[in-house]
């Protein structure tokens, strides 16, 4: 079982940016797709990104795109979120998330998921 553990979040003004990282305590790294998922209050848990296994193909809602960058290095066993750009409704708490890995990268179905890192982009 994969322990996953975020760093990153916090306070920034809207237009600019924040990396979140996320830790995974699993030697067989390589064997997970990994993904970043948010949950705004009152609203329920969205997918924002997603990357394969060996990090060739991502994946991200489209409100993001273009603004985020997902990306892993499985040397280290770890998986960071690049957000520029920041507007006042990306805020919420991100969530790191794995599941084993699969021929199609998914964007539900995730079977691991962190604490969570609250972002906050004021206006």
Do not use: H
């Not at 990153?8 to 993904?35: I, K, P």
């Not at 409100?63 to 290095?73: A, E, L, M, N, P």
């Not at 770890?78 to 991100?94: F, H, I, W």
């Not at 794995?98 to 206006?123: D, E, H």
Request: aromatic residues 12%; hydrophobic residues 35%.
């Amino acid at each position: 079982q994969v322990q996953l553990v975020e760093s990153g979040g916090g306070l920034v003004q809207a237009g600019g940016s924040l990396r979140l990282s996320c830790a995974a305590s699993e030697g067989t790294f390589s064997s997970y797709d990994m993904g970043w998922f948010r949950q705004a209050p009152g609203k329920e848990r969205e997918f924002v990104a997603a990357v394969r296994w060996s990090g060739g193909v991502t994946k991200y809602v489209d409100s993001v795109k273009g603004r985020f960058t997902i990306y892993r290095d499985n040397a280290k066993n770890m998986v960071y979120l690049q957000m520029n750009s920041l507007k006042p409704e990306d805020t919420a708490v991100y969530y790191c998330a794995a599941r084993p890995r699969s021929i199609l990268l998914a964007t539900t179905n995730y079977a691991y998921w962190g604490q969570g890192t609250q972002v906050t982009v004021s206006s």
